[in-house]
Structures are given as structure tokens and as C-alpha cells.
């Protein structure tokens, strides 16, 4: 059930008798408890800052939240990224006829202000022997270019050793497209976009 990324223990409601199992010295208890949970609902408007810049867009943080990724198709139209000062641009043109068009840079650690496009989950799934696997699997699936680099979907996956219960790891991060990545996926990630008036970075807007 994906109710939401657990960030704290709130309190416990109940906590139930002390089982005792053989070889075992701990105590074993049933406990009903309440936690902290972060779940942003889709559409939704957040206010973060800007972690990192690359081609394939820029990744957004909460603080105690960095898996959020903003695609280069959602960003302001028309933006390009400058490889110079790895940062992503946004070249506004006003309607009056003649007037050079302004560029808006987007920083790295200044505020930005996002919309909750898609929340994507990765469920663990553990074998017989102990082993487990990283399967990632979308919440609420966003629209957008199929094919296009960074695109939520289905991570491919292979199998390390080929044997039962080894890890399987993705070949690709899930929403950044990124190639290099060989860890298990974050068990959320947010696809943001920022292409609406009053989005971006909050100094623009002033």
C-alpha cells in the first residue's frame, strides 16, 4: 500500500504481550503505532531548491527530501542549458516587437517553485533465500513523449550472478535517465514540472 515516504515515528497506539521463541533472547511484541508520512497529492505546488543541473534537466530538493526531478520537456519554454555554467536557461521574449528576449538562469540552491506531476514507488520484493530486489513501479503515471529521456518509466533490471535471491539492480535511474546510476532506486521519486506561469525559480517572479 503506498500510502506515502515515512519520515518519522509519531506515537505508538498499542504495543501487545512479549512473545518469547526458542534461540531467540529478544521479545517479540504486535504494536499499533502511527507514523509521519510524506505524500504530495498530484498537482500539488511545492517550493524546494534547485540540487543539480544536467541535459536531462535539473534535480530538486526538500531538504530532507532529494529525489525529485523536473525533465527538460517540462521546464519554461523555450529553455536551453548553458554547459559552461551547467545551468539551465530560460530565454523569456516579451511581446513588444524589437525587444532582445531576457534570460532567467536557474541556480543551483536558489529557490524554485514546482508542480507534482507524477509519484513514482519502488517495491522491494525479498526471495525464498533471503535475497532482494529493487522492482520499480508507478503511482500516478504522468503524460508525456514516450521515449523521451526522462520519462517515468519501467527501469530495466538485470540480475547480478543470475542466481536466485541475488540483487537486482536498474540499469538506468527511473525518472533522470541516468545511465551511471547501479544502486537500488529511492523507494519514492517525484517527476515535477515547471512550465506554468507563477512556477520556477521564486526570483523571478519577485
Known amino acids: 500500500m503506498n500510502v506515502g515516504l515515512g519520515v518519522c515515528l509519531y506515537d505508538f497506539v498499542d504495543i501487545g504481550d512479549a512473545y518469547l521463541y526458542p534461540s531467540d533472547g529478544a521479545a517479540h511484541h504486535r504494536v499499533t503505532f502511527r507514523l509521519m508520512v510524506f505524500r504530495p497529492f498530484i498537482g500539488e505546488v511545492l517550493v524546494g531548491r534547485v540540487k543539480q543541473c544536467s541535459e536531462n534537466g535539473i534535480k530538486i530538493s526538500l531538504g530532507f527530501f532529494d529525489d525529485i526531478f523536473v525533465p527538460s520537456y517540462l521546464l519554461q519554454t523555450p529553455s536551453e542549458f548553458d554547459p559552461r555554467e551547467n545551468v539551465?536557461?530560460?530565454?523569456?521574449?516579451?511581446?513588444?516587437?524589437?525587444?532582445?528576449?531576457?534570460?532567467?538562469?536557474?541556480e543551483v540552491d536558489e529557490f524554485i517553485r514546482f508542480r507534482v506531476r507524477s509519484v513514482n514507488f519502488t517495491h522491494t520484493k525479498y526471495s525464498g533465500s533471503g535475497g532482494s530486489g529493487a522492482v520499480g513501479g508507478l503511482g500516478n503515471v504522468a503524460t508525456g513523449p514516450v521515449g523521451t529521456v526522462g520519462n517515468p518509466v519501467?527501469?530495466?533490471?538485470?540480475?547480478?550472478?543470475?542466481?536466485?535471491?541475488?540483487?537486482?539492480?536498474?540499469?538506468?535511474?527511473?525518472?533522470?535517465?541516468?545511465?551511471?546510476?547501479?544502486?537500488?532506486?529511492?523507494?519514492?521519486q517525484l517527476l515535477g514540472t515547471t512550465n506554468e506561469d507563477g512556477l520556477g525559480m521564486l526570483a523571478w517572479w519577485g
Open 88 to 106: 539551465w536557461v530560460w530565454s523569456y521574449s516579451s511581446d513588444e516587437p524589437g525587444e532582445p528576449a531576457v534570460r532567467y538562469p536557474m
Open 154 to 188: 519501467n527501469p530495466k533490471v538485470e540480475v547480478e550472478g543470475g542466481g536466485l535471491g541475488q540483487v537486482r539492480r536498474p540499469r538506468s535511474d527511473t525518472l533522470t535517465g541516468d545511465e551511471s546510476v547501479g544502486g537500488p532506486l529511492p523507494p519514492m
